[in-house]
């Protein structure tokens, strides 16, 4: 198979993703997070680029991207994003077995599409008996220690980094964290939102009430809060805020990404 090596210099891969409007590769490209690979330093017809639990292919379809699994990842779970069909179908031969095709649903990104009167309503009408939270230190440290909760801030590598550069929201039934929203990951100019929700307080309208305040955070300090979502029912909740639905596309969970050749898992 061809090599594969890290960029450094992320301008290098910069055209391959042109025009994919996608802010966890904007985090890459622009060195706020995640780590970008190619099939060359010099002249890369092939790229990956890795934030959080996501991945990203474009340029010519190579399967040793498609394996290539940093050594510092532990977690053997991914959210693949191919930019073409033949990117897919090399997803789909490497992971046969242990992946799944999924449907993921884009959301428009206009920045003046917000109504903050109609976002402070939203808050100003947080259910009875919870209280909004920002997520200062103490919420930080109650996030991460919940396995539900911890993708909320998990992206930076400590509460000193998120302090400095992320933003969120959480509820709270007396002292117990009920729901967030928070961003996932940080670009240059705005924020990918994490909304999250404790099971047994579901469906009450908590993380409506974050996503509110967290946008509402975001406008008033001249970030862009980008939303994607997993599902309709996170287009919906996305719609209820302002947000428009753009399109479907196709995505991987693979749960086999090892970085193994085939027989070595």
């Known amino acids: 198979m061809e090599k594969t090596v890290e960029i450094m210099e992320k301008n290098r891969i910069a055209d391959l993703f042109a025009g994919w409007e996608e802010t966890l590769i904007w985090s890459c490209l622009q060195d706020c ?3 970008a690979f190619a099939d060359s330093v010099e002249n890369p017809r092939s790229a990956q680029i890795l934030v959080g639990d996501f991945c990203f292919f474009a340029g010519r379809p190579s399967e040793s ?4 699994k940093p050594d510092d990842r532990e977690s053997n779970f991914v959210i693949m994003v191919p930019s073409s069909e033949e990117w897919a179908h090399v997803i789909e031969e490497v992971y046969q077995g242990c992946s799944k095709k999924i449907k993921r649903y884009a959301i428009k990104k206009e920045p003046d599409v917000f109504d903050k009167d109609k976002l402070e309503n939203i808050v100003k009408n947080c259910p009875k008996g919870f209280s909004l939270r920002r997520i200062d230190e103490e919420v930080y440290r109650q996030a ?4 539900w909760s911890a993708d909320l801030c998990s992206q930076f590598k400590d509460y000193e980094d998120y302090r400095e550069r992320g933003l969120g929201t959480a509820a709270f039934d ?8 928070s961003s996932y990951t940080v670009y240059r100019g705005g924020i990918e939102i994490e909304v999250d929700t404790r099971r047994d307080y579901r469906r009450k309208g908590l993380a409506l009430c974050c996503a509110a305040q967290l946008i509402l955070d975001c406008l008033e300090r001249g970030l862009y809060p980008s939303w994607d979502a997993h599902n309709p ?3 919906a909740l996305s719609e209820k805020l302002g947000y428009h639905f753009e399109k479907e596309y196709t995505a991987y969970e693979v749960y086999g990404f090892t970085g193994k050749e085939e027989g070595q898992l």
Do not use: I, K, Q, T
């Open 33 to 35: 997070m995640g780590r």
């Open 65 to 68: 991207l498609v394996r290539n």
């Open 144 to 147: 991460m220690e919940n396995p």
């Open 174 to 181: 007396g002292h117990v964290l009920a729901a967030g929203a």
């Open 233 to 235: 029912a996170s287009v």
